[in-house]
């Protein structure tokens, strides 16, 4: 038995001192790779799954890259699920533990990080390497903070519509609505003819928070926003309230238990047939051509409906460059920003390869391969507006969103009133001023 | 004994497990403590700032609602896991055949990871598509229910979760103990014509008091412990009518970087778990000796 | 008569719950097997169709053997330390003699009651400073650390019952003290290290906190974060492969728990019941 136990303890030393060696053996080998043969790793801490497109596309120019002299390699270490995305970049900067790449939007929290000299200059990098003009500047600029600066670099360019089932409108006898109002009475008739007039992804929080945004938009472009953010504007503006009073409108016409469904599933429901409205954006295009909708389910879709007397046009809505590339300035020497040169020129006709709208202009002569789907909307981007719609998650303070979070669903439900509602969000905008 | 008392053996048995523990539990309670008398955000400046964070908890509304479901999420916990593990157990013990077969099968919630349970029971609980629990109440002839998203339903949605899942733990523990009470006495009370409910009372409870002591115990600190079901579940929502204390420091930590008032947070749920702990180790030195 | 109703009701109750604690677990490695479609809409009707293709997807396009692998890793290590560590302490608290005793034990019943979270930011400070973030030591640690309390419970729960006459026997024989631990307290106490293994071994299997917040890398990452590779943008969720995922995770916690019930059973009774 002593014996034994003595085994046990001798392995349990081994395995335990092994543990600790593997990793440091692992960097050890590194290093030594890297003086022999100079391959230099970067690590990417991204928010997006490793088989999202823009991941397969960055390995791809990767490649490339090494191919024609480049000695790097990309290691892409991916965490899907955003919230935890969030709170782990968060305690690894504080930790002092800042990856070489990492996913980064334009938030306050970006603000605080450049403020300390810890993000790398986009601006002076892309003045630098003369790709400034290759940007769409609405998938660009989206990535700019409150203060004007630019941190990171778009890997997308995204749109966002609400999509219907073109049967269950014929059958209400409605048609796409122009107006905000015009939607509300939509959703009404639809109730009456027993349908479920709005299908809502709400357990993933951003669905809502669009549509609570919307309002604002139409009366002031992002003006009321950013006063928001910078403690110049509150809820209970005239802005806010209606806001507010629109969520709890259309709160009444969501699906039972959305609170907590999750994306996929809102996006099922109304492939399924269950729902009359789902509000999505580009990256989910592939679920709704003809080749993959389901048999039977005619769909269309319109954009952020208006106001009257709105400050912002038909053609101004949800539109971005998507969460954006930032770099660490530690490790951001000559042969990594060589590389990241090499990403910026070639990044985009790969990526539109794969049958994505692209951040950068990309030739698009030879489009013969895509879905017509994908043509048409890549078609409405080009008429697109000269003021895109900033969504509050990117540019108010991560106290506050939690905050409406929080406190949107109970008052979609009816639960708390439009005054309950703007107090509390009230307090965390003051509480954060 | 003289080599019992040897200090040097003593130090090699206790050290490794006392350096351990400390440097990893008890020193960062101790940090959590210094934290939470800063304003920090976790990328600028530390400033110290007393006793600031407790001095805006108590005036926290919603640090208060999440105290309060705490204290209903341990009771719904404790009540389904002590009350279910024992009834069960006690059944189980005039059971003949096939005994070690549903001990095994009741058991097998307590061993899958609670990311899991709490993935599926967001779809047992879900109203589109139609979940379990409103499949049942629709063959019921009732209205379904939103569970995770309706304010009287959601806390105790939320606790019934992890309630259900250790349910078997309380039930082997309590059906051990049971059949560890001598069959002769009971036979003996049965001949004297004593019903098995007065056999229960009288002379089965009695006999397992400690052991449904030491239940509680364990039942308590791990409903002190939740975290994962609520978070994954419903992330304390609607409106934090699930929020527990767990939660609402964890949120405002990493989702709004307030370490000083989270760690305050914290701070409190350490105070809270060491009286829970005192009070429940006082007794049970009162019942030893 | 009588006893024939009482009878129903008593099956009827035994075979009810058994659906209760049955019926989610069997659900949840079924769900693995269904296609995706079926998961979104209609995931509680009686399944019409099987197929392999969410399993063949988190295989080939997903690292799942590394995560398991590394799951692995990190529970084998901790438990050995666990059980080490925890009796030898144990041992100390319960049959040695030395002012303290008392108040040590508490001590250490106090992490009974500590959540994980609140130890989250001191530690992810403490071990980015010395770095051990993104090792899997980082992991075993803190896992070691919780695991202790309640190990050295059941431990000093389970020696207080040798007699203190083994123990004399033993150094009357001329055994030390560290002999008396190896050869007569460790083989009497097989049952409850069982105990202790299978129990902690659940616990370190699913941990999910801890590799959270200190790895970060997917070489490292164990099988419970791995769950959430499946997401698609916006929080887009691959269910059929989420499932697939989940089945592979619990997997081995129900080989472990088949096989060692009986011990476990056995080593409760033991180290639970004081008559």
Avoid at chain 1, 357 to 375: H, I, R, T
């Amino acid at each position: 038995m002593y014996k034994k136990i003595g085994t046990i303890c001798l392995i349990a030393g081994m395995v335990l001192m092994g543990c600790g060696n593997k990793a440091q053996t692992n960097t050890n080998s590194t290093e030594a790779e890297n003086k022999d043969s100079n391959v230099r790793e970067i690590h990417y801490f991204s928010s997006r799954s490793a088989s999202d497109d823009t991941m397969v596309t960055l390995q791809e120019i990767t490649k490339k890259y090494n191919e024609q002299g480049g000695n790097i390699k990309l290691v892409i270490d991916s965490n899907a699920d955003r919230t935890s995305y969030d709170q782990k970049l968060r305690t690894m900067i504080a930790g002092g533990q800042m990856p070489d790449m990492f996913d980064l939007d334009a938030t306050p929290y970006a603000t605080e990080l450049g403020e300390q000299g810890m993000l790398t200059d986009m601006d002076a990098f892309l003045d630098e390497i003369g790709e400034k003009d290759s940007y769409i500047p609405l998938a660009l600029n989206y990535g700019r903070t409150s203060d004007g600066k630019l941190y990171t670099l778009p890997l997308e360019l995204s749109t966002e519509m609400i999509w219907y089932n073109v049967d269950m409108f014929k059958d209400a006898g409605i048609e796409a609505p122009k107006t905000l109002d015009e939607l509300l009475e939509d959703c009404k008739v639809l109730k009456e003819k027993g349908y479920t007039a709005f299908g809502i992804g709400g357990g993933d929080g951003w669905p809502l928070l669009r549509l609570l945004a919307t309002y604002p938009f139409r009366m002031t472009g992002n003006e009321y926003l950013n006063k928001l953010s910078l403690g110049e504007a509150k809820m209970s503006d005239e802005p806010g309230v209606k806001a507010a009073t629109f969520m709890s409108e259309i709160g009444q016409y969501f699906q039972p238990g959305f609170s907590t469904t999750d994306v996929a599933t809102g996006l099922n429901l109304f492939l399924s047939g269950k729902s009359a409205m789902y509000p999505t954006g580009t990256w989910e295009l592939n679920y709704f051509t003809d080749k993959n909708r389901p048999e039977g389910l005619n769909v269309d879709y319109f954009y952020m409906p208006t106001i009257k007397d709105g400050k912002t046009n038909e053609n101004d809505y949800w539109a971005f460059g998507g969460i954006g590339l930032a770099v660490n300035p530690k490790t951001f020497d000559d042969q990594y920003k060589d590389y990241l040169t090499f990403i910026v020129k070639n990044y985009s006709p790969a990526y539109f390869a794969h049958e994505h709208l692209a951040p950068q202009k990309v030739d698009m002569s030879d489009n013969s391969s895509f879905d017509p789907l994908f043509l048409k909307v890549m078609e409405d981007t080009n008429n697109i507006g000269s003021t895109a719609a900033r969504p509050w998650d990117v540019v108010l303070n991560e106290d506050v969103i939690a905050t409406i979070n929080d406190n949107l669903p109970g008052l979609c439900m009816g639960e708390e009133t439009t005054d309950d509602f703007i107090k509390a969000v009230d307090e965390a905008l003051e509480a954060n001023k | 004994m003289k080599i019992l008392r040897d200090k040097k053996a003593i130090a090699v048995f206790l050290l490794p497990a006392f350096i351990v523990y400390s440097v990893i539990v008890m020193v960062p309670i101790l940090v959590s403590i210094y934290y939470s008398c800063l304003d920090w955000n976790g990328i600028g400046k530390k400033s110290f700032v007393g006793f600031n964070n407790y001095i805006k908890l108590f005036g926290d509304s919603v640090f208060r609602q999440a105290f309060g479901n705490n204290i209903i999420y341990i009771v719904i916990v404790m009540v389904l896991q002590l009350g279910f593990g024992f009834s069960i157990a006690v059944l189980l013990t005039y059971l003949k055949k096939g005994r070690g077969f549903i001990q095994t099968a009741y058991y097998i919630p307590s061993v899958i990871t609670v990311i899991a349970i709490s993935q599926l029971f967001t779809g047992f609980y879900s109203y589109e598509p139609l979940g379990l629990f409103n499949i049942f109440r629709k063959m019921l002839g009732m209205e379904p229910i939103a569970f995770l998203s309706d304010y009287k339903t959601v806390l105790w949605a939320v606790a019934s979760v992890e309630g259900w899942q250790y349910i078997g733990i309380y039930m082997i523990i309590f059906y051990s103990a049971l059949v560890s009470v001598s069959p002769d006495i009971l036979e003996a009370a049965r001949i004297d014509g004593a019903t098995e409910l007065q056999i229960l009372v009288k002379i089965r409870i009695p006999a397992i008091a400690n052991v449904i002591m030491l239940s509680c115990i364990l039942s308590l600190v791990g409903a002190l412990r939740g975290f994962a079901a609520p978070m994954n579940m419903t992330k304390g929502g609607p409106n934090h009518r699930s929020e527990i204390l767990a939660t609402y420091m964890y949120k405002k930590a990493f989702t709004s970087r307030d370490y000083g008032y989270g760690s305050a947070i914290a701070v409190i749920i350490v105070i809270l778990s060491i009286i829970g702990v005192l009070l429940i180790s006082k007794y049970m030195d009162g019942e030893n000796e | 008569m009588k006893r024939n109703i009482r009878k129903i009701i008593y099956w009827s109750v035994m075979i009810l719950f058994l659906i209760i604690q049955g019926y989610p677990v069997i659900w949840l490695i079924v769900a693995g097997f269904r296609p995706n479609i079926e998961l979104l809409t209609e995931p509680f009707s009686f399944p019409k169709s099987f197929t392999l293709e969410n399993f063949i997807r988190i295989f080939t396009e997903s690292n799942i053997v590394t995560y398991i692998k590394n799951s692995a890793i990190i529970s084998v290590v901790s438990l050995v330390f666990i059980v080490l560590i925890s009796s030898m302490a144990s041992f100390a608290i319960a049959k040695m003699k030395f002012t303290g005793r008392k108040k040590i034990y508490r001590y250490f019943l106090i992490g009974l009651t500590i959540p994980y979270a609140v130890t989250l930011i001191p530690l992810f400070t403490m071990f980015a400073k010395i770095g051990l973030i993104n090792t899997r030591i980082s992991v075993i640690l803190p896992l070691l650390a919780f695991q202790l309390p309640v190990s050295i419970m059941l431990f000093v729960n389970f020696y207080s019952f040798i007699p203190d006459e083994i123990i004399e026997a033993a150094v009357i024989d001329g055994a030390s003290i560290y002999g008396i631990y190896t050869k007569v307290i460790i083989p009497l106490s097989l049952n409850t290290i069982m105990t202790v293994l299978a129990m902690n071994f659940i616990t370190v299997w699913n941990d999910y906190t801890f590799s959270l917040v200190f790895i970060n890398s997917t070489e490292l990452k164990t099988i419970s974060i791995g769950l959430a590779d499946f997401i698609g943008p916006r929080g887009l969720k691959d269910w059929g492969a989420t499932y697939a995922a989940i089945a592979m995770s619990v997997f081995p916690t129900l080989v472990i728990y088949f096989s060692l019930n009986k011990k476990m059973t056995a080593g409760m009774t033991l180290g639970a019941v004081k008559s």
